[in-house]
C-alpha cells in the first residue's frame, strides 16, 4: 500500500518560515521524483518544486530563492524549507511521487496558513 504522509504544516508569519515534511512508504522511493504542489479554493493545484531521483531540482517562478526542495533516499523522506513565507503562500501543499501516469501517488496535503 502506498502511502505519502505530510507534515510540517500550521500558522505562521509573513516572513517566517516552516518544513514541510513528506514521509514515503510502499514504493521504490529512490525511483521517483518527488514534488511539492499547493491549492488554494477556487484554483487549479500548481506544482511548487520538484526533485529527481537524481537529485535535479526545479521550482516554480513564485518560490525561487525561498523555497528549497530536497530529499534523504534513506529515510524516504522529501521535504521542503519555505523561507520568507508571504500571505501568497498559504495553501494546502501536497507531496507527490511520480514515476509514470500509471504510478502517481499523492498524499492528503497539509495547511500552510501565513498571516499576521
Known amino acids: 500500500q502506498v502511502q505519502l504522509v505530510e507534515s510540517g504544516g500550521g500558522l505562521v508569519q509573513p516572513g517566517g518560515s516552516l518544513r514541510l515534511s513528506c514521509a514515503v512508504s510502499?514504493?521504490?522511493?529512490?525511483?521517483?521524483?518527488m514534488a511539492w504542489y499547493r491549492q488554494v479554493p477556487g484554483k487549479q493545484r500548481e506544482l511548487v518544486a520538484s526533485?529527481?531521483?537524481?537529485?535535479?531540482?526545479n521550482y516554480a517562478d513564485s518560490v525561487k530563492g525561498r523555497f528549497t526542495i530536497s530529499r534523504d533516499n534513506a529515510k524516504n523522506m522529501v521535504y521542503l524549507d519555505m523561507n520568507s513565507l508571504k500571505p501568497g503562500d498559504t495553501a494546502v501543499y501536497y507531496c507527490?511521487?511520480?514515476?509514470?501516469?500509471?504510478?502517481?501517488?499523492w498524499g492528503q496535503g497539509t495547511q500552510v496558513t501565513v498571516s499576521s
Open positions: 510502499g514504493i521504490f522511493f529512490n525511483i521517483y521524483t
Open positions: 507527490n511521487a511520480f514515476l509514470r501516469v500509471t504510478r502517481d501517488h
Open positions: 526533485i529527481t531521483s537524481g537529485g535535479n531540482t
